[in-house]
């Protein structure tokens, strides 16, 4: 069972299973900041977005219109189920913005439960990296993955082509329509790793454990 944190401007923590249909603690705690019996109406979403998603210029119609989306949950507000689906869903803005990260030399580095969703990851040093349990969804990951460990990663739709993998550990990994054209697997483990619609030309599984 996959793990993801949703983290976002690169400065706040949430942690989830993707099988978990209740919200964890993390996020039912932010929800009671939020909330006022139960449901969070217009203006402390709004207060939301500001605060915590950093979106400044965000005004109360704004998070009116975001309520108007998820009415069928709850017609008042916000409540903890619309909440947390909002957070995941593409109109929370944070997730469409791309990062760019490119050329940027994570080696060596912990960056287990990261969100890099969409992020520009083109050249990006990723060596011996610790990326347990990270968010790569639709990322652009043409990189140096030598000896980096996926436990469990979120890869799907992520751009890996002619990325190297020697080593890595992708098992229980997520690469669902992910791009691994001309990919280097050498010895790479892909026990558990979902492939479903993966793009796998001129890659040898052969020498993967």
């Not at 400065?11 to 900041?33: G, M, Y």
């Not at 977005?49 to 017609?75: C, G, N």
């Not at 869903?89 to 080696?107: A, C």
């Given at each position: 069972?996959?793990?993801?944190?949703?983290?976002?401007?690169?400065?706040?923590?949430?942690?989830?299973?993707?099988?978990?249909?209740?919200?964890?603690?993390?996020?039912?705690?932010?929800?009671?900041?939020?909330?006022?019996?139960?449901?969070?109406?217009?203006?402390?979403?709004?207060?939301?977005?500001?605060?915590?998603?950093?979106?400044?210029?965000?005004?109360?119609?704004?998070?009116?219109?975001?309520?108007?989306?998820?009415?069928?949950?709850?017609?008042?507000?916000?409540?903890?189920?619309?909440?947390?689906?909002?957070?995941?869903?593409?109109?929370?803005?944070?997730?469409?913005?791309?990062?760019?990260?490119?050329?940027?030399?994570?080696?060596?580095?912990?960056l287990k439960n990261v969100f890099f969703s969409r992020a520009n990851l083109l050249?990006?040093?990723?060596?011996?990296?610790?990326?347990?349990?990270?968010?790569?969804?639709?990322?652009?990951?043409?990189?140096?993955?030598?000896?980096?460990?996926?436990?469990?990663?979120?890869?799907?739709?992520?751009?890996?082509?002619?990325?190297?993998?020697?080593?890595?550990?992708?098992?229980?990994?997520?690469?669902?329509?992910?791009?691994?054209?001309?990919?280097?697997?050498?010895?790479?483990?892909?026990?558990?790793?979902?492939?479903?619609?993966?793009?796998?030309?001129?890659?040898?599984?052969?020498?993967?454990?």
């Open positions: 069972m996959s793990k993801q944190t949703y983290r976002v401007c690169f400065c706040f923590h949430r942690r989830f299973r993707l099988a978990v249909t209740e919200a964890p603690a993390e996020i039912k705690d932010l929800f009671s900041q939020y909330s006022e019996n139960g449901i969070m109406n217009a203006d402390r979403l709004r207060n939301f977005l500001i605060e915590v998603q950093k979106q400044e210029k965000v005004t109360e119609s704004d998070a009116q219109s975001i309520i108007d989306q998820l009415r069928h949950i709850h017609r008042k507000g916000l409540n903890l189920e619309a909440f947390f689906k909002y957070l995941f869903s593409d109109s929370n803005l944070p997730l469409q913005s791309p990062t760019d990260l490119s050329l940027v030399d994570f080696s060596c580095a912990c050249s990006a040093k990723f060596r011996d990296v610790d990326a347990e349990g990270s968010i790569f969804h639709n990322a652009t990951l043409h990189a140096c993955l030598i000896d980096c460990s996926f436990f469990e990663a979120d890869l799907r739709s992520a751009h890996l082509q002619n990325a190297d993998l020697t080593n890595a550990n992708l098992e229980n990994a997520n690469l669902e329509g992910a791009n691994l054209k001309g990919a280097t697997l050498s010895n790479a483990n892909l026990k558990g790793a979902n492939l479903q619609r993966a793009y796998l030309r001129q890659v040898n599984l052969r020498e993967t454990k």
